[in-house]
């Protein structure tokens, strides 16, 4: 066992993309800062100052106090206060985890739907691809916002606002994973094409295999790196799509903040100089948004086949 | 009974505008232990056929007649579950690139390991052993260490080594081996055949070897069979074959080894090409490159005939031998 642990270190270690993450600043440096948020999101009941989520902490006296360095701040608030009073840094801290679980949730959801249907539209092909890409299709020609805005206002609508706050974070990462399945069941299809036509897929039919086996054990490992480049972009899409959402107000509600809806409760504070509501949070946003991008873009790189042979 | 006939076998693809005709009324036997050659150029329905065997002709192909009985059963007509339990299993296949048959991303004791569980009952740790156990009789060093290795960390004679062991690891009754060296170093090409052919006469296996290299074939196989625009024109022991060719196209690709010219003289080819399948001549396929082709052969596609053991599909020949006979009813 432990001979088997050694060599699997080792060959991570040995591996093409250890080699090019070493030698690549932007990567190095969009991981740790990706490292630390999500660490400080997973662990943010422990690092936060306080617990935004409890309604008895928040004193309304504290609304609307500046961050440190500036005139009438409190040092208990580093990053200052909101309209109600919760502490920045503990709304951002906690806002990060529920925009990451989204993000995360819905890009595996996305990934099980778009794995499964690619899988079957480019093995099986003939009607199955056909029914399954002309659904993706017409699932493409809507927007993914207008279709979440309709069935997130239809959920709202019918559960009410405090059944609706409770469900939020399911109902988002099940929108955004449907909406935007078709993105990963596409790169799937075109890779499982290019892959079966191969002649181990061959040699796996004349040993005896089963279909599903031949797919699922044969296939789709050799597909994945695809779709670990789609996914960590998708990751960032969904980010987005969930602060959108929730500033238009059909996201997470005031009392669990996403980062988003963050964002949409101080817009209404901009003119009457309380910026950071709004401007902290967006960073965070921009920041967490452009390192899993720039994640995605190294990833691309090192993954394409055309420049980079397994 | 033979271990495998086939008998009639006619494949087809199906496109646009028609069918295209790929193997056409092919038949041949293949016994226990048995070593058999196919040879034909690139195009000929050597790959067709021996995927039809399989039953396993990717769409738009079918076989649109003829039985492939193995053991007395028509694979032909057989429901996939039961051809699950053959394929592999009694008669395992091997390919003509070892870089792309094994599947890069699994290592070599996961693909051995699943190959057996598709087909046995026994635990991952017998399998292992199984797997081992082929490893050493394709002679690879230290074959414990080689079930965790991917196939890029092997070379390409070894992979091909690896590749036989996984159509040996379930004792299969037949090999079909479609140009098992073509991929591989001309040094090497030779230890790998050598390593197959002990191989299956050790474990009394049945080979069927698909090569263009009537060399492999005079060297290896007992019988021969010779295809031309998906039909078999002439078949026989080989010996007889390559010593005394009777089909005019067979003696072309005698003739056309260069152990067969003047050294430093130009190697004789047959002149033309092979004809598509969408638009094969009537009549013998051959008659357009053949120089004894007359409008018989033009017409209908001739029936087979007798020559010492051969039987071959030619007019000509035919002709030959009627000759021979009248002339020897002449002089008694």
């Known amino acids: ?310 | 009974m033979a271990l495998l006939e086939v008998k009639n076998l006619d494949v087809r693809f199906a496109v646009r505008g028609g069918d295209l005709t790929a193997l056409r009324g092919i038949s041949f036997s293949l016994d226990k232990g048995e070593r058999l050659g196919l040879v034909g150029e690139s195009g000929a329905g050597k790959s067709v056929a021996a995927f039809s065997i399989l039953n396993l002709i990717a769409q738009p192909g079918y076989i649109a007649g003829g039985q492939i009985l193995f053991e007395g059963k028509d694979l032909a007509a057989m429901s996939e579950r039961e051809l699950r339990k053959i394929r592999g299993n009694r008669i395992a296949m091997i390919f003509q690139d070892p870089m792309m048959t094994l599947n890069p991303v699994l290592t070599i004791g996961t693909q051995m390991v699943e190959a057996i569980k598709a087909h046995r009952r026994i635990s991952t740790k017998d399998a292992r052993a199984i797997a081992v156990d082929k490893l050493r009789k394709v002679q690879i060093p230290s074959p414990e260490k080689r079930l965790d290795q991917y196939p890029h960390e092997l070379s390409g004679g070894m992979r091909q080594r690896v590749i036989i062991a996984i159509a040996l690891l379930l004792d299969p009754e037949i090999i079909i081996a479609d140009e098992p060296t073509t991929a591989l170093d001309v040094t090497i090409q030779a230890e790998i055949m050598a390593l197959l052919l002990d191989l299956c006469e050790q474990e009394n296996v049945a080979l069927m070897l698909i090569t263009h290299d009537l060399g492999v074939v005079s060297q290896v196989s007992q019988r021969m069979l010779v295809m031309y625009s998906g039909r078999i024109i002439e078949q026989g022991p080989t010996r007889e074959i390559i010593n005394d060719a009777q089909h005019p196209y067979t003696q072309g690709l005698i003739n056309a080894l260069p152990q067969m010219g003047e050294p430093g003289a130009r190697l004789f080819q047959i002149p033309g090409a092979m004809p598509s399948l969408k638009n094969v001549p009537s009549g013998c396929p051959f008659n357009p490159r053949c120089s004894f082709a007359t409008d018989e052969c033009r017409r209908t596609m001739p029936e087979y005939v007798r020559a010492g053991n051969v039987d071959v599909a030619c007019y000509e020949v035919e002709r030959l031998i009627a000759q021979e006979q009248q002339a020897r009813e002449v002089t008694p």
Do not use: C
């Not at chain 1, 500046?66 to 906690?94: E, K, N």
């Not at chain 1, 099940?174 to 990963?184: C, L, R, S, T």
């Not at chain 1, 040993?207 to 050799?222: A, D, E, Q």
């Not at chain 1, 873009?297 to 397994?310: H, S």
């Open chain 1, 1 to 310: 066992m432990m001979t088997a642990t050694v060599s699997r270190w080792a060959r991570v270690r040995d591996s093409f993309l250890w080699y090019s993450f070493k030698r690549d600043k932007v990567a190095i440096a969009s991981f740790i800062v990706l490292l630390a948020m999500v660490l400080s999101a997973i662990f943010a009941p422990l690092l936060a100052p306080t617990d935004p989520y409890d309604l008895a902490l928040i004193d309304i006296m504290n609304s609307e106090l500046p961050p440190v360095g500036m005139s009438g701040a409190d040092g208990a608030f580093p990053l200052g206060t909101d309209a109600q009073g919760r502490d920045m840094l503990s709304t951002i801290l906690y806002g990060t985890r529920v925009s990451l679980m989204i993000g995360f949730g819905a890009v595996i959801l996305q990934a099980a739907l778009g794995i499964m249907f690619g899988l079957l539209a480019g093995y099986l092909g003939g009607r199955v691809d056909a029914i399954l890409m002309r659904i993706a299709d017409v699932q493409l020609s809507f927007s993914t916002l207008m279709v979440a805005i309709i069935v997130g206002a239809v959920f709202k609508a019918s559960f009410g606002s405090l059944m609706f706050g409770e469900i939020a974070i399911y109902m988002l990462i099940f929108i955004i994973g449907v909406a935007e399945w078709p993105q990963i069941a596409r790169t799937v299809r075109a890779s499982v094409l290019a892959e079966k036509k191969k002649e181990y897929v061959d040699a796996a039919k004349v040993m005896g295999f089963r279909t599903n086996r031949i797919m699922f054990r044969h296939i789709l490992p050799n597909t994945l790196s695809p779709i670990f480049v789609i996914g960590t972009v998708q990751i960032a899409n969904a980010i987005i799509s969930e602060a959108a959402l929730s500033f238009l107000g059909l996201g997470m509600p005031e009392t669990q903040p996403s980062l988003g809806s963050l964002i949409k409760s101080g817009f209404d504070y901009i003119q009457s100089g309380s910026w950071w509501i709004t401007l902290l949070p967006g960073l965070v946003l921009v920041v967490l948004v452009l390192v899993i991008n720039l994640l995605g873009d190294w990833l691309r790189d090192v993954m394409n086949p055309r420049l980079y042979k397994g």
